[in-house]
């Protein structure tokens, strides 16, 4: 039997570990332990067939060749969609709008995410800069949310002392399709008339995706990045957001039933 090497499984069990704990004490780090498994999986494959090979010689290289080809292609799939979705986050900000959506994302009891708060100065710092804008905050209240995204938005907005009547809320919304489509709704509401063209504002790794649903819509997309201040936490959410656009491309049809 072939020799077996501890350094890979110490590897392994450090992939496991790590795994883990972004898992179950890290909030919202579920993606990166799910890609820590697939690794610890792929190197406990080689490891294992490769103990097996004087055993089976016929059998596991053919196992092993088809395995490598499906990885190679898997790799070359998300490095791919993973640039398609880095080129779209540096979105088009200089181009005018009249209306800017900014999209939600998580309350927690004691205040607005990280993530809400990198949108909540992204929108800041771009209404600053372009006076004449009005936006949109769009984001209801989840079951676990203490208030609704939208109000969190705009409180802490009107804080920061952009004017009220610049900032219209939309707080039913749950998905981005909804925070979309209803933000639409509002404008027309408001304004009569249904918008050609939308600044959509969220965090840059998100604007590939929130493109796709804006176009949906039958309206042109503007994308304005809110830049990801936690370096961990934009790692995490750039390979997660893979998983999100091949969502789309198979199932995005689904959401025309909304």
């Known amino acids: 039997m072939k020799h077996i090497h501890l350094l890979?499984?110490?590897?392994?069990?450090?992939?496991c570990a790590a795994a883990f704990y972004l898992r179950f004490v890290l909030w919202g780090y579920s993606f990166s332990a799910l890609v820590c498994c697939c690794l610890a999986g792929i190197i406990a494959f080689y490891e294992v067939t490769g103990i097996l090979l004087p055993r089976f010689p016929a059998a596991v290289p053919m196992i092993r060749r088809v395995f490598t080809v499906c990885l190679a292609i898997g790799i070359a799939v998300v490095t791919v969609t993973e640039g398609i979705i880095i080129k779209a986050s540096f979105g088009?900000?200089?181009?005018?709008?009249?209306?800017?959506?900014v999209l939600g994302a998580k309350v927690r009891v004691t205040g607005p995410s990280a993530s809400l708060w990198d949108r909540i100065y992204g929108a800041y710092d771009y209404l600053a800069a372009h006076p004449d804008v009005i936006a949109v905050v769009s984001g209801g209240q989840g079951g676990d949310e203490p208030i609704p995204e939208a109000w969190s938005m705009y409180e802490n907005l009107v804080n920061m002392g952009i004017d009220p009547e610049r900032i219209w809320m939309e707080d039913r919304a749950t998905s981005t399709w909804e925070n979309l489509h209803f933000s639409l709704d509002l404008i027309e509401?408001?304004?009569?008339?249904?918008?050609?063209?939308?600044g959509v504002l969220s965090s840059e790794y998100h604007l590939y995706r929130a493109g796709l649903f804006t176009k949906a819509c039958g309206v042109k997309f503007v994308g304005v990045p809110a830049k990801t201040s936690r370096v961990?936490?934009?790692?995490?959410?750039?390979?997660?957001?893979?998983?999100?656009?091949?969502?789309?491309?198979?199932?995005?049809?689904q959401y025309d039933t909304l």
């Open 92 to 101: 088009s900000p200089e181009e005018d709008v009249d209306y800017l959506v």
């Open 232 to 253: 961990t936490q934009k790692i995490n959410h750039f390979m997660r957001e893979v998983a999100g656009v091949w969502h789309y491309w198979l199932l995005g049809g």
């Open 8 to 15: 890979p499984w110490l590897l392994i069990g450090a992939l």
């Open 189 to 198: 509401e408001k304004t009569g008339k249904r918008p050609e063209k939308i």
